[in-house]
């Protein structure tokens, strides 16, 4: 009998061109961007230290799927030790913990669903049977941390009635909307690489964004831009199809060595 599909051996570095709507996606709902705007955390902060905060996400993102037991169980105590400090005060005017299972179960379900369509996108159409296997592997994203095995949806029929149900709750205001526009522009980078970069990183975010996320974002996405979007991604489908192996994976393989060295010599991974 076939070993079920596994997540990790669809990781390619060209679906990181979705990871600005995926953030986005996750950050639409209300407490999870006051936590990440309002974070106490300093370290954490993607406009102080970019290139901490995203090799500590994508960390995550190889880690939970791809670590055993004793190395997710490490990264879980260091991410606990970050997200019990992520709080909001009582006086604030939305209120949020990022050690809460069902915001955490948001924020894996936004990850399992870009999971799916960049899988879809650029490595072609699953069969059933696939996509259910890589379904039930993506709940790692959400039991590294608190979110128990039963709180996932069982199946993908159920995760659908959950994802429908949970869209209609997204909100953003003035705080996370302009965050979350400033984000997708790369305001985050340094100027040369943001004014190289922007513009392409805008263009992926939105196309790659549900219609109820632009609404929401207050974005404006064209038919022309539609057409143009989806031949840039049956391009890169086809090149992420012929790719080498190391290269195709690139850069979650380094991350993945990287952190496994960490783990070995002692050294904090969050």
Not at 135 to 148: C, E, G, I, K, S
């Amino acid at each position: 009998m076939a070993e079920p599909a596994r997540i990790r051996d669809r990781l390619t570095g060209l679906a990181l061109l979705a990871g600005g709507a995926n953030v986005i996606m996750q950050l639409a709902r209300l407490p999870v961007g006051h936590g990440v705007v309002h974070s106490p955390v300093e370290s954490g902060n993607l406009y102080r230290h970019p290139l901490k905060r995203t090799r500590t996400t994508l960390m995550y993102l190889v880690m939970a799927v791809d670590g055993t037991p004793e190395e997710r169980k490490e990264i879980r105590r260091q991410i606990n030790r970050v997200h019990a400090r992520v709080r909001s005060r009582p006086d604030s005017p939305v209120q949020y913990h990022a050690m809460d299972p069902e915001l955490q179960l948001w924020v894996a379900a936004c990850i399992y669903r870009g999971t799916e369509d960049t899988c879809r996108l650029l490595w072609g159409e699953p069969d059933e049977r696939t996509r259910e296997e890589l379904y039930q592997d993506a709940r790692r994203y959400a039991t590294t941390l608190q979110v128990r095995e039963e709180q996932w949806p069982a199946d993908r029929a159920a995760f659908e009635e959950y994802w429908q149900r949970e869209v209609t709750k997204i909100e953003m205001d003035d705080d996370t909307r302009s965050y979350l526009r400033g984000f997708a522009r790369g305001t985050f980078l340094p100027k040369p690489l943001q004014w190289l970069l922007g513009p392409v990183m805008e263009f992926m975010a939105i196309g790659f964004l549900y219609p109820e996320f632009r609404d929401e974002l207050g974005v404006s996405w064209s038919e022309r831009q539609q057409r143009r979007f989806d031949r840039v991604i049956q391009m890169l489908g086809k090149v992420n199809r012929v790719l080498p192996r190391p290269l195709r994976e690139f850069p979650f393989n380094v991350i993945r060595w990287d952190t496994r060295r960490r783990l070995r010599t002692g050294r904090p991974v969050v």
